[in-house]
């Protein structure tokens, strides 16, 4: 094995993160081979000579290093890991999109991606603060969905309408939203984009103003309905309803 640095313990602001897992590793190599960095896998890894021919096609270095998967995954057992630097992504404009603003869970974060990609929903942004995209966490709980999908930045909402609000049609998920979502009164719309707030928080009051906010129906047996699960019925309605529109990655 060649010489380098057993690689660190996740942290923020390291320039690079890891895909725990076997399945996340190899749609990192499939889908974003540019930044790969390595590649570790164990002995005991049934696909590794699978693991081994893909690194070679796509040139990145893979190292038979357990215990390099001991120092990132920390107690987990990992089989395999990639290790890939961190990338900045950009919307398309003519897809849909769906805005998370200040998201806080890293699991709800990952769940949310791998949803949006069964959809057919391309484009996420994220809007503020707020759970951290590159986690390794968030990246498992994708199952590698992450590395498909164009995630984008932005510092506040009015960042993001300035740089895709043009022609676009805007619906915030509020508790106090102005109109019932059901599969009859789903809009039908060329271009949209589906908002949801913080986990604890929801979307502020002013989201009102962007444009027509929308209720989930459900018992008075719960206060709310979960984050991710709030985004899958929402993507699921408005990709039903609106096929052509859905941006298929």
Partial sequence: MEQRELPKKYKKEFAHS?????????????????AARAVYYREDFREKEKLIGLCKEKGVPCLLWPRAL???????????????????GVLRPGAPHVALV???????????MRTLLGFGIGDLAVIGGGADLWSPKAVRASMGAV????????EDFPAYLRAHGEGRAVYPFML??????????????????????NEAAGLP?????????????????????????????????????????????
Avoid at 70 to 88: D, H, L, M
Avoid at 102 to 112: C, F, H, R, S
Avoid at 149 to 154: A, G, K, N, S, Y
């Fill in 18 to 34: 890891y895909a725990l897992g076997p399945f996340p590793t190899f749609e990192l190599l499939n889908h974003r081979p540019q």
């Fill in 70 to 88: 001991e120092r990132i995954a920390q107690k987990e057992v990992c089989y395999a890991a990639g290790e890939f630097t961190k990338y900045t």
């Fill in 102 to 112: 200040e998201p806080a869970d890293m699991g709800n974060l990952g769940t949310i």
């Fill in 147 to 154: 590395f498909r999908l164009r995630v984008e930045r932005f």
């Fill in 176 to 197: 106090d939203g102005g109109q019932v979502l059901t599969p009859e009164s789903c809009p039908r719309v060329s271009l949209y984009t589906l908002v949801f707030g």
């Fill in 205 to 249: 009051p002013v989201f009102k103003t962007y444009g027509q906010s929308l209720f989930i129906p459900q018992s008075d047996a719960v206060d709310s309905l979960n984050l991710a699960v709030s985004v899958a019925v929402g993507a699921f309605l408005f990709t039903q309803k609106n096929p052509m529109g859905t941006g298929r990655t």
